[in-house]
Structures are given as structure tokens and as C-alpha cells.
């Protein structure tokens, strides 16, 4: 079965700090797929990105970053110079394709940003 | 292209009563998906469909509820006999492709039930 764990419940943050939402993951299958998806105060799941399992590859896009390590089955995302917009919950999600298992997702972390 | 698209937004029924939720996918998006979501909690699968198939469903999906999609297009979710338990934000996603790639959600139904 697959699990994800987001051990942070909530994050505080000031303006323009950096800050990194942590997310474990659990799988025994060797090809998988990783998400992240904001969901801001309106309620909407808005992807991120995706990742697969063959690609350990760190991928930055804009203010965003995201680290992914397979030896310690994480899946880290970081927010560069947070800003007041970035308030939401994001949630990192998993899926493996080789079966009927759609996104399992973690419990997600609420970020605030303090201006 | 409009997106995902959820209807009612809000919906307040009494107990025992059913309800029925619409969702129109993103157009040509083969896989459709039904999640709940509860208050603090990530969402949590109820069922999919590839096309008109409905190929999973979650232990989650108790008797009382049922999904269709008649014609591979939008899909419904009814509940019956509502309970109070049955009270969370109901998604909808869609993908394209025969995988499970990334989804793209709707705004959601909000359930309450009294």
C-alpha cells in the first residue's frame, strides 16, 4: 500500500523567509509518480508538479524548488522569499501507475505568511 | 477550456435525504476521479472511471453512496439517506490518458448535513 506523511501540520513564516514543506513517502514499487498541489482559502487543488520515480532530478521553477531523494523517500518543497500569497495548505500526493491506486495523498501543511 | 467543473458549490440537506452532485471533466480527459475531503485532512479516494468504467472503488464508498458516468463525459454522485458523517467537500479531478498522472480538480461540493 502506499502512504505519504506530511509531518508538518502547520508553518508559521515572515515575509521573504525561505521555508521547506517536508513529505515521506511509502511505496514498494519501483515506478511511481509524486505531486504537489496548493489549495489556497478558495478550496481548489492546484497542481504543482509531478515527478517520477526515474528522475531524482531537482527541478526549480521560479520561487519554487523541489528535492526529491529516493534514498530517504522524500519529496521536499521549498518556497524561496515566501510572500502573503503563498498562504494555503499543500499537499504532496503519490500514485503508482502499475495499478488501480489513484493519488494518495498526505494530510497536507498549512503554510501562513506573515507580511 | 473551462476546467474542472462542480455543481452544487454548496449544498445543506436534511438528514436522511438524498443528494445528488454533478462534475463536468476537462473536455477529452478519459479518467475522472471522486475524493472527500474532511476538515484538516488531505482528500481521501472515493472511486474512479476510465471512460464510462467505473474501475475502483474505495471501502470508503459505503452502500448508500453510487457513481456514474453514463457517457464518459460528466459524472454524478449520489448519496442517499444522508447521515451527518457524510458532511465534507466532495472533488472531483479529471486526467488525461490511461495513467495516473496529475489530476486537475474542480472547486468542489461542500456537504453539510443537519
Known amino acids: 500500500a502506499q502512504k505519504v506523511t506530511q509531518a508538518q501540520t502547520e508553518i508559521s513564516v515572515v515575509e521573504k523567509e525561505d521555508v521547506t514543506l517536508d513529505c515521506v513517502y511509502e511505496t514498494r514499487d519501483t515506478t511511481y509518480y509524486l505531486f504537489w498541489y496548493k489549495q489556497p482559502p478558495s478550496g481548489e487543488l492546484v497542481f504543482l508538479i509531478r515527478?517520477?520515480?526515474?528522475?531524482?532530478q531537482n527541478e526549480i521553477s521560479g520561487r519554487y524548488s523541489w528535492n526529491f531523494q529516493k534514498s530517504t523517500s522524500s519529496f521536499n518543497f521549498t518556497i524561496t522569499a515566501s510572500q502573503v500569497v503563498d498562504s494555503a495548505v499543500y499537499f504532496c500526493a503519490l500514485s503508482v501507475p502499475s495499478g488501480n491506486t489513484p493519488l494518495v495523498f498526505g494530510k497536507g501543511t498549512r503554510l501562513s505568511v506573515i507580511a | 477550456d473551462t476546467g474542472v467543473s462542480q455543481d452544487p458549490r454548496h449544498k445543506i440537506t436534511k438528514r436522511g435525504q438524498n443528494v445528488t452532485f454533478r462534475c463536468d471533466p476537462i473536455s477529452e480527459h478519459n479518467r475522472l476521479y471522486w475524493y472527500r475531503q474532511t476538515l484538516g485532512q488531505g482528500p481521501e479516494f472515493l472511486t474512479y472511471f476510465q471512460n464510462e468504467a467505473q474501475l475502483e472503488k474505495s471501502r470508503l464508498l459505503s452502500d448508500r453512496f453510487s457513481a456514474e458516468r453514463p457517457k464518459g463525459s460528466f459524472s454524478t454522485l449520489e448519496i442517499q439517506r444522508t447521515e451527518q458523517g457524510d458532511s465534507a467537500m466532495y472533488l472531483c479531478?479529471?486526467?488525461?490518458?490511461?495513467?495516473?498522472?496529475?489530476?486537475?480538480f474542480g472547486q468542489g461540493t461542500r456537504l453539510t448535513v443537519v
Open positions: 515527478r517520477n520515480s526515474f528522475d531524482e
Open positions: 479531478a479529471s486526467s488525461p490518458g490511461r495513467g495516473h498522472t496529475e489530476a486537475f
